[in-house]
């Protein structure tokens, strides 16, 4: 059975070989081309309020998301996982999760996540709506140069 642990912190460098392609290529898109994605996940974590790993039935490490409290109680919700997280059976199985976890915590914790995502990233933008996430319209130029699509959800939106 796939599950999911908070806390939990996977050893990065081999989570980092298992993560998507198109993931990898957004982080270092963020930044510059010298970053690589295990530095960018420890980031991710270190900074989060709450981080989280996703394992596999066999325990494998799969995906990690978390949420960085911004001023005030904006949030920045954050997911980087394997291929196998974005099929059709997981979808199927994390998407009722992932939607009351984000109901959980706009309740409770936040009146607002926000983030950005490459537009490039197709798959990521499909589940980012899934989730039930809606695109602001609104561009983010990344250090780096490249403009990411902004996507939100309101507290007044669950």
């Given amino acids: 059975m ?3 642990k908070e806390g939990a912190t996977p050893n990065l460098g081999d989570f980092a070989k298992v993560v998507r392609l198109a993931d990898q290529i957004e982080a270092l898109k963020t930044t510059c081309p010298l970053d690589f ?3 960018r996940i420890a980031d991710s974590v270190q900074m989060s309020e709450r981080s989280y790993t996703i394992y596999s039935q066999d325990s494998r490490p799969i995906g990690m998301f978390g949420l960085t409290r911004t001023e005030g109680d904006v949030g920045i919700p954050w997911l980087v996982c394997s291929e196998e997280v974005l099929t059709f059976s997981m979808r199927k199985k994390l998407i009722p ?10 309740l409770t914790r936040y009146s607002r996540l926000v983030n950005c995502v490459d537009p490039e990233n197709k798959k990521a933008i499909r589940f980012i709506k899934y989730m039930g996430f809606r695109f602001t319209g609104e561009t983010f130029k ?3 140069g490249y403009d990411f699509l902004i996507f939100e959800m309101r507290r007044e939106d669950v």
């Fill in 142 to 144: 990344t250090l780096a």
């Fill in 2 to 4: 796939t599950y999911i």
């Fill in 37 to 39: 994605i295990y530095y």
């Fill in 97 to 106: 999760m992932g939607r009351r976890f984000l109901k959980k915590v706009l």
